[in-house]
């Protein structure tokens, strides 16, 4: 009988413990397979520079880059509502106490903000949340390990003189206003 209380106290305990807080991750699952929006998931490998050309900090930058997840929603008059509430979501979730905002541009109906989880010197994950009212959104979880605000910038220069994978972004053409 002790044993059988022992385990359901447990399990009780375990159960309580698991956070009900929505998170970006779950949105991201959750929204993969919904049709109006596009889902990508990139590798390093989409950055194609000569390493042998880069700095000693654009290295360190490069190598704490794990991914990048892509989660984009394509605005269409028949989804209005919809793009209403998935960004009010969004928007909800990156006030969680878990992430922190750096930056916020724009107002409104047209903007963007950049995020991040953790702590300033040993950052788990920038996002990037932008969105326009007549196009849609999209929000970008960069992951990686021991990232800090030196190396996004380090990224930022290496982006620059870098050839792209245009191939892993195909996905995303249809988003593009023209």
Do not use: H, W
């Amino acid at each position: 009988m002790k044993l059988i209380y022992f385990i359901a106290t447990l399990a009780s305990l375990l159960l309580s413990s698991c956070s009900s807080e929505p998170s970006l991750q779950k949105y991201f699952v959750e929204k993969s397979e919904d049709k109006d929006f596009v889902a990508l998931d990139l590798s390093p490998n989409i950055i194609n520079v000569d390493k042998t050309k880069l700095t000693s900090e654009q290295k360190t930058a490069l190598a704490s880059f794990d991914k990048m997840n892509i989660l984009a929603f394509k605005l269409d008059e028949n989804n209005k509502a919809q793009f209403e509430a998935e960004s009010n979501k969004l928007t909800q979730i990156l006030k969680g106490k878990k992430y922190q905002q750096l930056m916020k541009v724009g107002s409104g109906k047209d903007g963007a903000s950049v995020s991040f989880v953790g702590d300033e010197d040993n950052i788990d994950e920038f996002i990037l949340f932008g969105k326009k009212e007549d196009n849609g959104f999209a929000v970008v979880r960069i992951l990686g390990n021991d990232m800090n605000p030196n190396n996004i910038m380090n990224m930022i220069s290496i982006l620059q003189s870098a050839n792209i994978d245009m191939d892993q972004l195909k996905p995303l053409e249809g988003l593009i206003k023209k």
